[in-house]
């Protein structure tokens, strides 16, 4: 079994999440130094070194008298306002670019990016930090649930079903997973996910069955038939213990349907969001098959060096959902306009409107030009995780030209098991696992994209790994210019705009920016805390929570004994 070496210096095999929900130990996990005070440290001495100057320069100004004192003063100001400038621009060269230490404003340091980005002493937990009580015995009832759309828009769904259950206090019947609206794939949740890991991993937080129990009275056997609901789409918390919990005391279980996005994103509760962490980055692990898969081509990838992987989504659903026509052939503008009507709302769309303000899915050609920019050179080699591309080798014959070195998970792996699964959930899956462990991942349209947006809060919960993200409304006037014959200074100006970009390090959520895409700081813990509300949980946190359990298993044991024990009493 291969291993890898985690940011924080311990190693974990592929298949396991490098931060355990309960870890034994906080601090063993944290061997990286504090980069906040490092900031602080540093603003205070650029502050210091500038009050200094200006002493300097005062001193000078009344040391001489007459025309040799004023060409004197003359001269001290401009040092110390050419000095007061270089300071700026270092200090800002220090905290550009996401945490990856100092890039000069033109050059953006290519062998940093192959590691993580700095944490600033932050380190992923989802574990409980209050009084978190184990799932009562009795349950309010069942819920189920059907996830809709494609593996990872189902992959939020699973995690807002669980997190409703602990609301509603209801028994989670395993989300069932829908075959017919995506991916014509009936593997379902069984087929995907490890089962028994899911279950045992979210016992401290719901009770969850894999089908709805047949309930014997008076020697018959009865089902209990789910009553339908369809919930409102972001449903607030007051739904679901309003309506949704009426249904569910009156009938006994509910079934939601469709679920997706049926859970409001932002929640004023840190332990629900926690909760949805656990199960996204904890309890949802593929099959071991599909992990034994991801690791093969991941051994095979790295075997060579460090490798990049890029979700290429210039896809025709995505082109279509843009409205990004203009560069294609009429026949294939035919297409692409004739999905849009078929699968999107009506809406009135001008190309250069969109292109101008980088609303249109980045070409491969730019994708590759954006990296040579960067400073990747031809022998990078890269990853692509990707469905079909719209518009034939036209396209990517440039991005090849650029970068050779390109793989997918068929040309890794031409196994007769991925071959004849590429497009259903196992290839979403590996592709998923395999850029989850890439050095590098680099969405190319993380807008309504939820493999990327996953996948970006997942690399973040994993340790801050790098991910590029190009600021498509910033290159957009770069890339018009280019093609316009404008191409002077263009790799600086490409350089510019993505040294403001975070490449992977802790950063506040602002929307519409997703939970999914960014749990910090809720996922989130600092050893040394300046805030009480970032503080780690403590180290005994799984002690706590297995004596909450057994204790609420043995009042359910007495107050059951005790019951049975009264019913004989009646009987005789």
């Given at each position: 079994m291969q291993f890898q070496t985690c940011p924080n210096g311990s190693t974990h095999q592929y298949h396991q999440i490098p931060y355990p929900i309960y870890p034994s130990s906080h601090r063993q996990l944290n061997n990286s130094s504090t980069?906040?005070?490092?900031?602080?440290?540093?603003?205070?001495?650029?502050?210091?070194?500038?009050?200094?100057?200006?002493?300097?320069?005062?001193?000078?100004?009344?040391?001489?008298?007459?025309?040799?004192?004023?060409?004197?003063?003359?001269?001290?100001?401009?040092?110390?306002?050419?000095?007061?400038?270089?300071?700026?621009?270092?200090?800002?060269?220090?905290?550009?670019?996401g945490g990856h230490g100092s890039y000069s404003p033109s050059k953006i340091n290519v062998e940093e990016l192959w590691g993580s980005a700095k944490s600033g002493g932050w380190r992923p937990?989802?574990?409980?930090?209050?009084v978190w009580p184990?799932?009562?015995?009795?349950?309010?009832?069942?819920?189920?649930?059907?996830?809709?759309?494609?593996?990872?828009?189902?992959?939020?769904?699973?995690?807002?079903?669980?997190l409703a259950a602990r609301i509603m206090n209801a028994t989670l019947v395993l989300p069932e997973l829908d075959a017919n609206s995506f991916w014509h794939d009936d593997s379902g949740f069984q087929g995907i996910y490890d089962v028994e890991h899911f279950i045992?991993?979210?016992?401290?937080?719901?009770?969850?069955?894999?089908?709805?129990?047949?309930?014997h009275k008076n020697g018959k056997t009865k089902k209990i038939k789910a009553y339908q609901l369809r919930p409102p789409r972001d449903a607030p918390i007051s739904w679901y213990l309003t309506e949704a919990m009426e249904q569910m005391k009156k009938h006994g279980a509910i079934?939601?349907?469709?679920?997706?996005?049926?859970?409001?994103?932002?929640?004023?509760?840190?332990?629900?969001?926690?909760?949805?962490?656990?199960?996204?980055y904890h309890a949802l692990r593929f099959k071991p098959n599909i992990m034994k898969l991801s690791e093969l081509i991941v051994d095979k990838l790295r075997a060579e060096g460090h490798f990049m992987s890029i979700h290429l989504r210039f896809e025709m659903d995505m082109l279509a959902f843009a409205?990004?026509?203009?560069?294609?052939?009429?026949?294939q503008q035919r297409i692409l306009k004739k999905y849009r009507e078929e699968n999107f709302k009506e809406k009135k769309l001008v190309y250069k409107e969109r292109r101008a303000i980088g609303k249109c899915p980045l070409t491969p050609e730019e994708v590759g030009l954006i990296l040579r920019a960067m400073g990747f050179n031809n022998s990078t080699k890269i990853y692509l995780a990707a469905g079909e591309l719209f518009g034939g080798e036209k396209f990517m014959k440039p991005f090849r030209a650029l970068f050779p070195h390109l793989e997918n998970h068929s040309s890794v792996d031409p196994s007769e098991e991925l071959v004849t699964n590429t497009r259903g959930l196992l290839g979403s899956a590996v592709d998923y696992m395999v850029c989850l462990l890439s050095d590098i991942f680099m969405p190319t349209y993380d807008g309504p994209s939820n493999f990327a947006n996953n996948l970006l809060g997942h690399?973040?919960?994993?340790?801050?790994?790098?991910?590029?993200?190009?600021?498509?409304?910033?290159?957009?006037?770069?890339?018009?210019?280019?093609?316009?014959?404008?191409?002077?200074?263009?790799?600086?100006?490409v350089r510019h705009v993505m040294l403001k970009t975070n490449f992977g390090g802790p950063h506040k959520r602002v929307p519409p920016e997703s939970f999914y895409t960014n749990s910090w700081p809720e996922c989130f813990c600092q050893i040394s805390a300046q805030n009480p509300t970032d503080e780690c949980p403590p180290d005994n946190v799984l002690d706590i929570l297995n004596s909450r359990l057994e204790s609420?298993?043995?009042?359910?044991?007495?107050?059951?004994?005790?019951?049975?024990?009264?019913?004989?009493?009646?009987?005789?």
């Open positions: 980069v906040a005070t490092t900031y602080k440290k540093k603003e205070a001495s650029s502050s210091s070194d500038l009050q200094t100057m200006r002493r300097y320069g005062h001193h000078r100004l009344h040391g001489k008298q007459g025309g040799l004192k004023g060409m004197v003063g003359k001269l001290s100001i401009a040092v110390v306002v050419l000095l007061i400038c270089t300071l700026c621009l270092l200090y800002s060269a220090t905290t550009i670019g937990s989802s574990a409980p930090r209050s184990p799932p009562p015995r009795e349950s309010n009832g069942y819920l189920r649930v059907r996830c809709n759309g494609g593996l990872n828009q189902q992959r939020t769904a699973i995690c807002n079903a669980v045992q991993t979210l016992r401290y937080d719901v009770q969850i069955v894999e089908s709805i129990p047949e309930i079934y939601l349907t469709p679920f997706s996005h049926r859970l409001a994103e932002e929640i004023d509760n840190p332990e629900y969001q926690r909760l949805r962490c656990r199960v996204n409205g990004c026509f203009d560069i294609f052939k009429p026949e690399r973040l919960y994993y340790g801050f790994r790098t991910t590029i993200r190009p600021d498509r409304k910033g290159l957009a006037p770069i890339f018009i210019d280019r093609e316009n014959g404008r191409t002077a200074g263009f790799e600086e100006a609420e298993a043995r009042s359910n044991s007495q107050s059951l004994t005790q019951g049975n024990f009264s019913t004989s009493i009646l009987e005789r």
